[in-house]
């Protein structure tokens, strides 16, 4: 186990599961096929004894596919809950109708990557199982209830406590589903763990855990065969032993081993397979990455060895106008855009993510922190109809905690466990938030930089169950998992000082809480302290590098989300880097100032009257002639310098360390305004142009590929609204509607503009500073696609796809 006494080194390598590789990499058996197509849907309850009926008429139900997420098809209200973004919960019923064929010696298996929430599975009538966390991937034995032929599958999701969280959850069966056939003796499910252990330039061990389910035939011979591989194909080492019990631990050697890392994130592939009497009946194939990680209290963090900063971001799991259900294509997109802009590390806030998210993670190369819960036995303040409007109410997952917070830990580690790219897993996230609900006579008088709602409050749940609780939660996650350290988001971290929470991990997460770096460092010396969730701004970032012992911090948030809103209007909240549709935002841009290892600079505009230096400005030239407007540049260069027309009206500036940001103030004029970054030498190193526009006149359209790769990719469409010039103008709002000829569908237009509140469900929406991004998926079938987009008054434009 994991002390804080010691250095916290951790060697490992680990799995990763490439996008469109079978579901058997997340459940380490079987042979999986998705279970998506052709399911019946009803947005109402049913009696159970009905509904779950193989006799039962679901004929005028709607005909879908998986995934879905009913809440986002929803009448936007301002009577509904402002966490949620002001979207609806409801009770639905799903049922599919199947065909199956029994065969001797092989079992049939249902897994669901997540279903929000409180689902009840049913197979021909029977309760496969129950499971409350939204989260949470789960699997079910079908077979003692599978019949030859016809079987119906039954699922009810009961989210009628739709204030039940912070943010935006979505509704449904929301991620995929598959079918694992495998024989009755198998591998057993996240059974199979990777890690590493005296890594050099010359070798590495890799320990590999198998594990057996099913009854072990005496009179048959069993065996485990593991291979390593690297990403060329060859066999770098591989093992055969006798499988006498149902788990064991085979350890092999990779020779000049090929590290993960940031850059370069090297993948082996490692296949384990199950043999009896010689002949292969299981195998499970996943990826592996090699790479150790180590957390000291005086010098921060640690990749191979290599000190550097986390420079992270906290993300929820909805894609704005897609809701819950967000294909690999758009998360993609999204990382990479992140990637961009320097972003390093990804807070898995505050919940498990989809498994393509972790392999994204893994390929890309990205550090990640993986949390379990927002919420333990006590729920959370939330607004349930609107908001700031009458008396908080508590909907909350509180009510299964005690029965289910084991399970849904374990299983997120077990799932999970295999991706180098985590490197620590979290038992919570502001569980200790003061007075909400936890309290502690240390909030008399203290200063803590969190709302507390008032002082001490004897009569609500004691702070000591915290640091109890937390102990537990951890017990769990090192009994599974003793190779990365576990850590917790701390709210009130003076009331948590308090008690055994601290404690109970190996490295704290500070929320907000930056003032209290260095009085803790000085009074818990070895406290591994880092910031868990941070504000955007730059004395945020100047307390992680002004300090070697703060390992780095995770800001809030890498993308705007929904839920979480403020007063109607207001989908959700508007902290991302990136807005709803993963364009970097003007304080996008000033962290990559911070944080990219490549030349950035951007210029921002606003009204000099306004003064300050602002991180929110957008990169406008339109005023009035004349007018005094400052313009801010955000750079990593050692001077910037200003150009309109190619004449300089700002001399050169040295970056000012004090702020971040160089700014001038010029009087307005038409034309091109153009900032340079310039290097110490003289040289331009990168630069930013503004233009100023005249009225909308056309629309222009681009793709991120023209071409759809399978058929769960999906293709980004970016449409502009331009004058007679072909200048973009960023504060054009036209109405913009999408046709298709072809085989392909919209799944949604994003303008990113959080205060429209407009339906989103049709096929047309307004632009937002000037830009629509349309998501378009393929259908079967196959010909060329047009996608078409038109606005009154303005010229359209069109582009075409293909297959």
Partial sequence: MLTRNLLLKVMLSLQALLIGVAASCQVSFGDATLFNKGWRFHLGDETVESASSPSFDDSAWRSLDLPHDWSIEGQLSPTLASCTGYLPGGIGWYRKHFTAEKAEGENTYIYFEGVYNRSSVYLNGHLLGYRPNGYASFLYDMTPYLAEGDNVISVRVDHSKSADSRWYTGSGIYRDVYIVKAPSVHLGQWGSAWRARDIS??????????????????????????????????????????????????????????????D????????????????????????????????????????NGRNMKIKGVCIHHDAGVLGAVVPGDVWKRRLENLKKIGVNAIRMSHNPQAPVVYDLCDRLGFLVMDEGSDEWEFPKRKWLQGWNVGTPGFEGSYDFFEEWIDTDVADMVRRDRNHPSIIMWSVGNEVDYPNDPYSHPVLDGSKINQPMFGGYKSDAPDAMRIGKIAKRIAGVIRSIDASRPVTGALAGVVM?????????????????????????????????????????????????????????????????????????????????????????????????????????????????????????????????????????????????????????????????????????????????????????????????????????????????KT?????????????????????????????????????ARLLGLEGSNNRDMSDYTDNHHRAYRGRLLAYIAPTEGSGEIVVTFTSPLLEGTSITLSK
């Fill in 707 to 743: 071409h759809f790769d399978n058929e769960r990719s999906v293709i980004h469409l970016t449409v502009n609204v331009l004058d007679d010039n072909g200048v973009d103008v960023k504060l054009g709002d036209s109405d913009i509607t999408c046709t298709i000829k072809g085989p």
């Fill in 201 to 262: 330039q010359k070798s590495a061990t890799l320990d590999v855990d198998w594990s057996i389910d099913g009854e072990l035939s005496p009179s048959d011979r069993f065996e485990i065969k593991v291979e390593v591989k690297d990403e060329g194909g060859k066999v770098v080492d591989s093992k055969k032993v006798m499988a006498s019990s149902k788990k064991g631990t085979v350890s092999l050697t990779v020779r000049k081993p090929f590290l993960w890392n940031l």
């Fill in 264 to 303: 370069s994130p090297y993948l082996y592939n490692i296949r384990t397979t199950l043999l009896r009497n010689g002949q292969a009946i299981d195998r499970s194939t996943m990826k592996a990455g090699i790479r150790s990680i180590e957390f000291d209290p005086d010098r921060g963090f640690f990749l």
């Fill in 496 to 704: 948590s000082n308090e008690t055994e929470y601290p404690d109970a991990v190996d490295i704290v997460g500070y929320n907000y809480t930056e003032d209290r770096y260095d009085i803790d460092h000085e009074k818990y010396p070895e406290r591994v302290i880092y910031g868990s969730e941070n504000s955007v701004g730059y004395k945020q970032w100047k307390a992680v590098t002004d300090r070697d012992f703060i390992a780095g911090q995770f800001l809030w948030t890498g993308t705007d989300y929904l839920g979480e809103a403020g007063a109607w209007p207001s989908r959700g909240l508007y902290t991302g880097l990136l807005d709803l549709g993963s364009f970097p935002k003007p304080r996008g841009w000033f962290r990559a100032s911070l944080w990219s290892d490549s030349p950035v600079t951007y210029i921002g505009t606003y009204p000099a009257e306004r003064g300050g230096l602002s991180i929110e400005a957008w990169d406008d030239w339109n005023y009035e002639k004349g007018r005094m407007t400052r313009v801010v540049c955000y750079t990593n260069s050692p001077y910037a310098q200003l150009k309109l027309n190619g004449k300089t009206v700002g001399e050169k500036k040295p970056y000012d360390s004090e702020s971040g940001i160089i700014h001038w103030d010029i009087p307005f004029e038409e034309g091109n305004l153009t900032a340079e970054g310039i290097s110490e030498n003289g040289q331009v190193e990168s630069s930013y142009t503004i233009r100023t526009s005249g009225r909308p006149y056309s629309l222009s359209v681009s793709a991120d």
